[in-house]
C-alpha cells in the first residue's frame, strides 16, 4: 500500500521561465498549507497565486494546482507548484517540500502509482514514456493514441472472447449434462483461428513500428577513399568524421543520428574494406563486414574513377544474399569519363544491380536525390497513423508472439483428440499472456523494470 507523499521536479532542471514541481500523495495539501501563503482558497482543480515562503521570508511568488483524488494524473491527492525556473531556485523549493514530510520520488513513480491505482493500464503507462522519448511527430502520434488506449481495447477484446470460452468450457465440466455449442471442437478451433490471425494483424506493424522508434539503421560501406565520411558528414550537415585523401583514414565505426522526412536513420560510416596488414586498419574493415548482420539498409559507395573490382562484387553479393535492402552510389561525378561509367554500370549489372544514384559531394550534386530515394524506400504512408493500431514495444511483441504459440498447442490438442479441459489449460495461457500487456497479470518484477526507464517526475 502506497502511505508515503512523493514529491520529484517535474520540467527540465535548467534557466526557463517556470519549473513545475509535482507532490503525490495524502500529506500533498498539507506540504502546501506549511509552505505556501495565498489571500486565496485552494480548491481543486483550480490555480492560487501566493508566495513560497521559508523561516518568514519569500523565496518566489508561484502558483499552485490542487487535484483531489481519485481525480487526478496518479489517482491520488495531487499538488503541483509552478515557480520561475531557475535552477537554484528550483531546487530549494523542492528541499523545502521534502523537509516539510515529502520523499523524493523514484524515476517515473508519478507513473507506476497511476497504473497501481487504476488510472492507466500497463501498455498505456509504456506510452507515455514512449511520448517523453519521441524523435519525430509521427512516434509522438503514435504513442499518444496508445495512450489513449489503442492497444489496451484491442487486447481488452481479444481476451474477451478467450475468457467466455474458458467459462463455457468449465460450466461443460462441472455440468457434463448440459451440452453446450460454444466448446465443441469445430467452434474452439474457428475461435483459435480467429484469434491468432488479429494477432498476426497486429505483429505485422512491429517492424514499420521499430523502425519509427528505433530508426532505421544504416550502414555506409566500401573500399577506402570513395567518400563514406564525406557522405556522413554532408548527411548530418557538420563535420562528424574525418576526412582525407589518404586511404583508411576511418579506422572505427563512427555514428550520427539524423532525421529525414520524419524518419530518423541512424548511420554508421564503415572503414574501407580492403586487405591491409595494419592490424587495426585490420580490426575495423572486420567491423564493416559485421555490420550486414546487425543494419535494416546499405549505402554501398562506389568511386566513379576506378573501376569494380571483386571486393566490390563480393560485398554487394553479400548484401544481397542477405536480403538487406540498400542503394547503389557512384560518388565523384564530377571527375568521371563517360567510358569508365559505362563500365562501372555493365558490371554491376551483372551482378543485378539495376539502379545506381549518381552524386558529387564535392559539387554537392545528388543529395537530394539521394535522401528521396531512400526515404522512399521506408516511407510510411501505407499506414492510417490515425486509425491503425501499430506496436512499437519489443515486450509487446514478444508477449504476442508467446501468446500464438499457445493459440497453436490449443489447435495441436484437439487435433489430437485431447478433452477439452486439457486445451482450456492453453487458451488460459493465452488470456494470461495478453493480460501481461496491459498489465492484469505481471509480476512486480516487471513493473518496477518498466516504471525504472523513467525520468524522475513522471
Known amino acids: 500500500m502506497l502511505t508515503h507523499t512523493i514529491a520529484a521536479i517535474a520540467t527540465a532542471l535548467s534557466n526557463s521561465g517556470i519549473s513545475i514541481i509535482r507532490i503525490s500523495g495524502k500529506d500533498s495539501l498539507n506540504i502546501i498549507n506549511k509552505i505556501f501563503k495565498t489571500s486565496y482558497k485552494i480548491e481543486p482543480n483550480h490555480i492560487v497565486y501566493g508566495k513560497i515562503m521559508k523561516d518568514h521570508e519569500v523565496l518566489d511568488h508561484v502558483l499552485v494546482s490542487y487535484f483531489k483524488s481519485p481525480k487526478s494524473y496518479t489517482g491520488e491527492d495531487v499538488c503541483e507548484i509552478n515557480c520561475h525556473g531557475g535552477n537554484e531556485i528550483t531546487k530549494e523549493i523542492l528541499e523545502l517540500v521534502l523537509e516539510s514530510g515529502a520523499i523524493l520520488a523514484e524515476p517515473g513513480e508519478f507513473s507506476k502509482r497511476a497504473f497501481l491505482n487504476g488510472k492507466m493500464d500497463l501498455s498505456q503507462a509504456e506510452a507515455v514514456i514512449n511520448l517523453i522519448n519521441a524523435k519525430t511527430k509521427t ?95 554532408k548527411l548530418a550537415n557538420y563535420n562528424k568524421a574525418i576526412v582525407t585523401d589518404i586511404p583508411g583514414t576511418t579506422r572505427d565505426i563512427v555514428e550520427e543520428t539524423i532525421n529525414i522526412d520524419d524518419i530518423v536513420f541512424n548511420i554508421s560510416d564503415t572503414a574501407g574494406i580492403r586487405d591491409t596488414n595494419d592490424i587495426i586498419e585490420k580490426i575495423g574493415v572486420e567491423k564493416s563486414l559485421s555490420m550486414l548482420d546487425e543494419v535494416d539498409f546499405v549505402i554501398y559507395m562506389l568511386n566513379a574513377e576506378e573501376k569494380i573490382d571483386k571486393d566490390d562484387i563480393e560485398i554487394l553479393s553479400k548484401i544481397q544474399n542477405k536480403g538487406i535492402k540498400y542503394i547503389t552510389v557512384i560518388n565523384k561525378m564530377d571527375k568521371i569519363k563517360k567510358s569508365n561509367f559505362d563500365a562501372i554500370l555493365n558490371e554491376l549489372k551483372q551482378i543485378g544491380v539495376e539502379e545506381t544514384i549518381e552524386i558529387s559531394i564535392q559539387e554537392d550534386r545528388g543529395i537530394d536525390k539521394l535522401k528521396n530515394a531512400i526515404v522512399k524506400i521506408f516511407h510510411q504512408n501505407d499506414f492510417d497513423f490515425e486509425h491503425e493500431l501499430i506496436i512499437t514495444n519489443s515486450r509487446h511483441k514478444d508477449l504476442l508472439k508467446k501468446a500464438l504459440n499457445y493459440l497453436e498447442e490449443a489447435r495441436n490438442e484437439i487435433n489430437n483428440g485431447q478433452p477439452i479441459d486439457i486445451v482450456s489449460i492453453y487458451i488460459k495461457k493465452v488470456a494470461n499472456t495478453l493480460g501481461e500487456i496491459i498489465g492484469s497479470n505481471v509480476s512486480q518484477d516487471i513493473i518496477d523494470k518498466i516504471f525504472e526507464k523513467f525520468c524522475v517526475g513522471k
Not at 145 to 152: A, C, D, H, I, V
Not at 166 to 183: K, N, R
Open 139 to 233: 512516434e509522438s502520434r503514435i504513442a499518444s493514441k496508445n495512450m489513449e488506449g489503442n492497444l489496451s481495447k484491442k487486447v481488452r477484446e481479444l481476451r474477451e472472447e478467450l475468457i467466455e470460452l474458458l467459462a463455457h468450457i468449465e460450466v461443460s465440466v462441472d455440468y457434463p449434462e448440459y451440452d453446450y455449442d460454444e466448446v465443441k471442437n469445430r467452434n474452439v478451433i474457428h475461435l483459435i483461428d480467429k484469434k491468432r490471425d488479429e494477432i498476426n494483424d497486429i505483429l505485422k506493424t512491429y517492424e514499420h513500428g521499430r523502425i519509427i522508434k528505433e530508426g532505421v539503421n544504416v550502414a555506409i560501406l566500401g573500399k577506402p577513399n570513395v567518400g563514406k565520411s564525406s557522405l556522413l558528414n
